[in-house]
């Protein structure tokens, strides 16, 4: 199983909650009906490489919004870092119990969270080369990866991101590359897993991720 429950502290992360087991059945319960939420986290399950899982509560002072950490992010952690990147070869999911998703006023239930984050686990061990690059445009990472991208759409996607740079940079005021490979990521996220299964629960919806949501 490549889906690892988080039970202790990890570097720079909230806390996870106590019953994490009986949390994660109970998330689930609520998303059993959607084919889509299944086929995520199955194929999250049967991955050579392992996901790891936090679910956590509000913090003040350590990281504690839902997101998504391809395994480059570990590098930033040093030697603690190394050890994660072995544990967590597919990356790290964070779910944040009390902020759930917000669509057309309405409070989703917190399987669309893990849903979604989990989705940006399914994008990155179905294509990691162009996640990590990607990533990198979005945290403006000092090194220009170099990947083997997979395919010409991948390509094109690189082409777009850099289309209004005329080199790497890491200037904090260069958004807008950040900004495109951010939406490059979420929209594809949202469209291929988030929408599906909102729509298999009759819930609202977004189709792009700053769409507020519609039903
Ligand atoms: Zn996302």
């Known amino acids: 199983m490549a889906l690892k429950l988080i039970t202790e502290r990890i570097p720079t992360f909230a806390p996870p909650v106590d019953n994490v087991y009986g949390t994660l059945t109970e998330i689930t319960r609520k998303t059993i009906l959607s084919k889509t939420a299944n086929r995520i986290i199955a194929f999250v399950q049967v991955h050579a490489k392992t996901v790891g899982l936090l679910l956590c509560e509000p913090s003040a002072v350590l990281s504690d919004q839902p997101n998504y950490y391809p395994p480059s992010q570990w590098k930033a952690l040093g030697e603690e870092g190394a050890v994660l990147a072995d544990r967590f070869s597919g990356g790290l999911a964070v779910v944040n119990l009390k902020n759930p998703l917000n669509l057309d006023g309405e409070?989703?239930?917190?399987?669309?969270?893990?849903?979604h984050e989990l989705g940006h686990a399914v994008q990155y061990l179905s294509k990691p080369d162009w996640y990590e690059l990607m990533w990198s445009v979005v945290v403006r990472s000092h090194?220009?990866?170099?990947?083997?991208?997979?395919?010409?759409?991948?390509?094109?996607?690189?082409?777009?991101?850099?289309?209004?740079?005329?080199?790497?940079?890491?200037?904090?005021?260069?958004?807008?590359?950040?900004?495109?490979?951010?939406?490059?990521?979420?929209?594809?996220n949202v469209q291929v897993h988030e929408r599906a299964v909102c729509k298999e629960l009759q819930l609202p919806w977004r189709d792009t991720y700053y769409d507020k949501g519609k039903r």
Not at 107 to 115: E, K, N, R
Not at 148 to 162: E, I, M, P, Q, T
């Open 143 to 188: 090194q220009k990866p170099d990947p083997a991208l997979n395919s010409d759409a991948d390509k094109a996607d690189y082409d777009a991101c850099f289309a209004k740079k005329s080199k790497w940079s890491n200037s904090p005021t260069d958004n807008e590359a950040s900004e495109r490979a951010k939406l490059r990521i979420e929209n594809e």
């Open 107 to 115: 409070s989703m239930p917190i399987g669309i969270t893990l849903a």
